[in-house]
């Protein structure tokens, strides 16, 4: 409760000005509501004969009150629109700029999916409550407090009796709470379960035509959503039934100041104006109270949403010395005696030593799940060494292996990614300032001649992962963005997995002749790959 309540503080007072001019706009609103039940008291009394004054007067001053209503709500709708969009990209780039620099071996405790529906849903629930729920329940509790003030005034004995539903209110509201916030919580992961399936099914639907599983996954789905709809169906009983009570309570509340204003009303104690403005502040009071259970739900979801982009933001962060340290001259890499075991897992690597030397390529070889590519993400600190340590070697100095260091690594990873965009974004992601002749040479020596035959030639769109391209064309565009990085190390991940043998004869030789300025290291099964490099490590 204090992380949610301190993280929910900490967002009020960076947004604190735009939070008050909703507030104020909508404290402004009850004022003009709570003046219309005076008017119309007025307004009656006036018609009936018991009050003199002006019919004209009192409904100019009516139609002013209403115009400003409405002029208020087109300003703060306006605004409104404007702020929440301006804090959503505010709190989605600081999630996002979170999880760029969270360690990496934590964040793969969470499935993309997951993280998708923090960002964008959860995400959305916070806002909600920032620019909606928090100024409504301000202007809920001053229409409340406003309402019984003005009752009270009138007739001090229908307040006070009007009191005694209030126990009730509140005993109801702490069980409701309660259980709504275990619903919320068991919704949000079961909704995260449906997008994830989503996420992987649209992600694999090749493979999934081919193995003919649409029956299989329809199954999967609908047990889902089923799973989905009965949490919500839950919720839903429950808060009809908090709300029926509720409902009960008020309408008995309303019968009993009907009853009593027009017993006062016959008694002639009161006039028909006042009859009128106490029928219209116990409906100011009642449809208060129940907006203020009807907010439970969202404070609720708010809660629950924050919890779980907490969870994200408790990550820890790499750890970084702040600055890069980029080493031109690197002329070795050693790996001294190094051992790692994944959690629950039997040991990958022991006592691992192995050297990499400026000028040479060198093959990293063995049987699949041997720890080559364990290797490769030790050397480039994505997690940590258990056991020995990873030096980088100058002439003159040495450093450990780290996340600062990993400026001096191009990596190709066996996944080959490309994003949305142009072929030429996607290189300059290697080099953000490379020329149209750099990458046109990045790419001759990646063998993706192919390119330039395409209609657009660098300026092609690509759709989502490279879709429309081959797998050997996607890893050589990607082994160009890896050639265009003006880094002194290659680190080559089976990028020749998807390439016939004779395009991968050519981008051997291509990075062959890079070999004398840079450190290449290779990842790979093929044998024309380890015997083409200086030297091969048999894992």
Known sequence: MYKITKYWYQ????????????????????????????????????????????????????GVIILTSILLDAIISAFIVRFNT??????????????MKADWQKLQNFHSGDIMTRISSDINEIKSLLSGTIPDLIAILLKLGGGYIMLYTMDSQLALILLVLIPGIIIISKIYFKKMRHYSRLIKESNSKVHLFFQESIQNYGMAKALRLEGMFKKILNERQTDYREKIKKQ??????????????????????????AYRLQQGEITFGTMTAFLQLVNTIQVPALALLYTVPTFISAYTSTERIIELQNLPEEKRSGKDI????????????????????????????????????????????????????????????????????????????????????SYV?????????????????????????????????????????????????????????????????????????????????EITSSLDEETEKDIVQSLKQLAPEKIIIFVTHKIQVATACDYVYKM
């Open 11 to 62: 967002l009020i007072k960076k947004y604190y000005a735009s939070i008050l001019f909703i507030s104020v706009i909508g404290a402004v609103d009850v004022a003009l509501s709570l003046s219309t039940i005076t008017l119309s008291k007025r307004l009656i009394d006036t018609a009936t004969g018991v009050q003199n004054g002006s019919l004209l007067t009192v409904l100019t001053i009516f």
């Open 86 to 99: 301006k804090l959503v990209n505010s709190l989605r780039s600081d999630i996002f700029m979170h999880l």
């Open 236 to 261: 839903n009983i429950l808060s009809l039934f908090s709300r029926g009570i509720l409902s009960i309570g008020f309408s008995f509340g309303y019968l009993l100041v009907f009853g009593w204003s």
């Open 326 to 409: 980029l080493l031109p001259d690197l002329k070795q890499i050693d790996v001294c005696n190094v051992s790692y075991s994944y959690v629950n897992s039997k040991q990958i690597l022991k006592d691992c030593s192995v050297s990499f030397r400026r000028g040479t390529m060198t093959a990293l070889v063995g049987e699949t799940g041997c720890g080559k590519t364990t290797l490769i993400r030790l050397i480039l600190a994505l997690m940590p060494v258990e056991k020995g340590e990873i030096i980088l070697r100058t002439e003159t100095d040495e450093y450990q292996a780290s996340v600062d260091t990993r400026v001096n690594f």
């Open 413 to 493: 990873p066996q996944q080959s990614c490309l994003f949305s965009g142009t072929i030429r974004d996607n290189l300059r992601m290697g080099k953000a300032d490379a020329t149209d002749e750099e990458i046109t040479n990045a790419l001759q020596k990646a063998a993706a001649n192919f390119v330039f035959q395409l209609p657009d030639g660098i300026n092609t769109m690509l759709k989502e992962g490279g879709q429309g391209l081959s797998g050997g064309q996607i890893q050589r565009l990607a082994i160009a963005r890896a050639l265009l990085h003006p880094s002194p190390v290659l680190l080559l991940d």
